[in-house]
């Protein structure tokens, strides 16, 4: 470490200050400080090596300043060499068409959007990011507590969109996945034992959290519940309180005034079809209290152009899809397959036919050469 210069014994300066000043512990021996501070003369750092001159002011503590500046102006620093520019000979051509490439990637990626709902006591919510074409109709039933229906693909966000009208609102969120094994107890809680001595305690769930307390609850794939589970969800929304009889001490749920049902599915609850297989058939009943909040969702363009901005690449999976339909196959490929191509081509550097052999992995020859062909 190169050693500040200090004089031996400057004038009207104390030396006890003199080695005590900007001392840090572990520091040791006169003149070895690490001490860092602005020069008042040039206002310029004092870095280690700098000769200095220590004065004192009365009544203040004693300052440093560089040896070679005076009160009256800057001295003649040393100053760092000019670094020349590069020439056009010195830019490469690949590099020149990196850069092209990346401006041009940066222009064609769509920019974030903000959406602004006002709230009653005009309080305005923002909302980040894209939001899918219907996020308008859903928000407006969502706002006035009719329960939500939304048919669509798999990977067209569903699930993305009940958690965004939930940050719209300003309500708590949470979802189930439906199965055929379902139970009543996943909605409306069971008892659990505690202890030795034979005692149970209820355990309750995010939907009745939900259900009794605000918030909106997403079913997820709900033509996939099983029959009895409906039941449950048709009478909590047509009554407006459940019965819970795994708790005695408050055997009924009531509904809270904030509670928002959405459920999502994969067909319009009519049973399974080609694509969509294991899925239940709706009865009526179930499918009215949904008739005013059914809102069909497909693909958004926008979405997965912000999910994917790599023209090449979405282009590509959009010309994928397109074949799909037209072969009439029973293949999807989903927005969410796009964002996630995307992130491993940004990320790891996978290619298309990376991408490819993920997307055809389970499909017969046949299949993939309508696809690509």
């Known amino acids: ?200 305690q209820f355990v309750g769930t995010e939907f009745l959290d939900c259900f009794e307390n605000g918030g909106v609850f997403l079913f997820d794939e709900i033509d996939a519940a099983d029959p009895n589970v409906l039941l449950v969800i048709n009478a909590a929304l047509a009554n407006g309180f459940v019965t819970v009889a795994n708790r005695p001490e408050n055997p009924t749920a009531k509904r809270h005034p904030d509670f928002v049902c959405i459920a999502a599915a994969n067909t319009f609850g009519r049973g399974a079809d080609r694509l969509y297989v294991g899925r239940n058939e709706l009865d009526d009943a179930t499918l009215d209290r949904f008739r005013i909040g059914t809102v069909p969702m497909e693909y958004d363009a926008d979405v997965e152009a912000a999910l994917c901005p790599d023209d090449l690449l979405r282009n590509r999976l959009l010309k994928y899809r397109e074949r799909v339909i037209e072969s009439r196959l029973e293949r999807t490929i989903s927005s969410r397959f796009m964002r996630d191509a995307y992130e491993m081509q940004t990320l790891y550097d996978w290619s298309l036919d990376d991408i490819d052999n993920q997307l055809f992995a389970g499909w017969s020859d046949d299949e993939r050469q309508r696809v690509t062909g």
């Open 1 to 200: 470490m190169n050693d500040i210069m200090l004089p031996t014994n400057p004038e009207n300066v104390n030396e006890t200050e003199v080695l005590c000043q900007g001392r840090r512990p572990g520091d040791t021996g006169y003149g070895t400080s690490r001490y860092r501070a602005k020069c008042p003369a040039c206002k310029q750092m004092i870095e280690q090596g700098d000769k200095i001159e220590i004065y004192s002011r009365p009544g203040k503590r004693n300052r440093w300043k560089h040896a070679d500046c005076t009160s009256a102006g800057k001295p003649n620093r040393p100053t760092q060499a000019a670094t020349a520019s590069p020439t056009d000979s010195d830019v490469s051509d690949a590099l020149i068409a990196d850069l092209v490439k990346r401006i041009t990637e940066l222009e064609n990626q769509p920019t974030a959007e903000t959406i602004e709902i006002r709230q009653p006591d005009d309080r305005v919510i923002r909302i980040e990011g894209k939001t899918h074409s219907v996020f308008p109709r859903v928000l407006q039933l969502a706002a006035a507590r009719k329960p939500v229906f939304l048919p669509g693909p798999s990977g067209c966000g569903k699930s993305h969109l009940g958690g965004q009208v939930a940050e719209a609102l300003e309500l708590r969120f949470a979802s189930i996945s439906c199965s055929a094994g379902m139970s009543e107890a996943q909605l409306l809680g069971r008892l659990v034992p505690r202890g030795e001595k034979g005692q149970f």
